[in-house]
């Protein structure tokens, strides 16, 4: 699944990781960040299977923040749902349960990233009521 997800991202970011080179050393990674993060890992079910995840980590901190008051937040790290699976609630379904283990965490803000380019990510989480706060831009040199 996760190869599935990656070469979306790679379509789209040619920095991103080619899908072969996505393995278990990803998912180890995932579980170490959530857990140092006490966050989780929720996945979605199908009828064939997983069809979706997210990762999630309910205390991340601006202390470090030169311009920021101190406070802290939950952040998605990854949300993926397989392409077969798309549109059909799974997406809105994890992030709606990230919400939910966010609020029972004490968070009051979520935040998450997504590729500039990925517009049809963008207008989704425009959907679910998520803004930009932050934008980095870039030029080639």
């Known amino acids: 699944m996760l190869r599935d997800l990656q070469s979306h991202e790679y379509q789209i970011n040619d920095r991103s990781r080619p899908p072969e080179a996505m393995g278990l050393w990803y998912v180890e990674r995932l579980k170490q960040e959530t857990g140092e993060g006490r966050g989780r890992i929720l996945v979605a079910d199908g009828a064939d299977g997983l069809v979706g995840y ?19 937040y939950a952040h998605v790290d990854d949300l993926g749902v397989l392409a077969s699976s798309r549109s059909k609630g799974v997406g809105s379904a994890l992030l709606d349960a990230c919400e939910a283990v966010a609020r029972a965490a004490g968070q009051s803000w979520l935040r998450l990233g997504v590729l500039a380019a990925n517009e049809r990510a963008r207008a989704f989480y425009a959907r679910q009521g998520y803004g930009e706060i932050h934008l980095t831009l870039e030029k080639k040199l």
Do not use: Q
Not at 54 to 72: C, G, N, Q
């Open 54 to 72: 997210a990762s999630l980590i309910t205390r991340v901190s601006t202390e470090d923040e030169k311009d920021e008051i101190p406070y802290t």
